[in-house]
């Protein structure tokens, strides 16, 4: 069954710790997405992974980390930097290959800092 | 940067026709793409236009007119399940996308 998974779907954390949010695909799709969604804001480009072992800045990378080890796989780190970390995050997906590519989304995973 | 804008909330009657509208000013453009995304959820494709004129899907339809910076979406024979957000996103030159805020559309019985 294809398809983009992230875990867990809710996470709670204190103030000032790291925490590591999971986005798997199966699609063998290149191109790798993190977006965060805030209430009535639209979706914000925070890393973005093209290939294996490299990935670039969105528009609001402070404050978060990625790495992209694996076809598969890319985490995001939101670090204690990150000012206001509450917030939905989508992982996306497409093929890179042309601009009718379309970009499949993970389930995403609400992270609440209290 | 990108500007995209679109109504931030539209409300329509069961079977009406609704149609949410959405300009944009981009660097480059590599298309244009509509998203249908229910509270809480990812949001799932709808649609794509890169050319001018009009795509039909069923009941969904998109247009485009890129010398305006214009695009719209129909939604006609609405039903309640189509209560969701709707987003309004544009591929610029460097191939990454750009999302609006979202409409939000009611449907009401």
């Not at chain 2, 214009?70 to 024979?77: D, F, I, W």
């Amino acid at each position: 069954d294809g398809g983009i998974t992230q875990s867990p779907k809710y996470l709670f954390r204190k103030e000032g710790q790291n925490v590591t949010l999971s986005c798997e695909q199966n699609l063998n799709h290149d191109a790798m997405y993190w977006y965060r969604q805030d209430p009535g804001q639209g979706l914000r480009l925070i890393y973005y992974s093209q290939i294996v072992n490299d990935f670039q800045k969105g528009d609001i990378a402070e404050g978060y980390s990625v790495s992209r080890e694996k076809k598969e796989s890319f985490p995001l780190t939101v670090t204690s930097a990150q000012k206001n970390p509450t917030a939905f995050y989508l992982c996306a997906t497409d093929t890179g290959v042309s601009g009718a590519d379309t970009q499949y989304f993970g389930p995403g995973t609400r992270l609440t800092v209290l | 940067g990108q500007n995209i804008d679109q109504p931030t909330e539209m409300t329509a009657t069961e079977g009406a026709i609704v149609q949410i509208n959405c300009t944009y000013q981009t660097s480059g453009f590599n298309g244009l793409f509509w998203y249908q995304q229910h509270a809480g959820e990812a949001p799932t494709f709808l649609s794509y236009n890169v050319l001018d004129g009009l795509e039909e899907k069923g009941r969904f339809s998109s247009f485009l007119s890129r010398s305006k910076g214009y695009s719209y979406l129909l939604l006609k024979e609405l039903q309640m399940k189509d209560s969701a957000s709707y987003l309004c996103a544009v591929r610029a030159g460097d191939y990454k996308l750009s999302f609006g805020a979202g409409t939000t559309v009611t449907v009401r019985a």
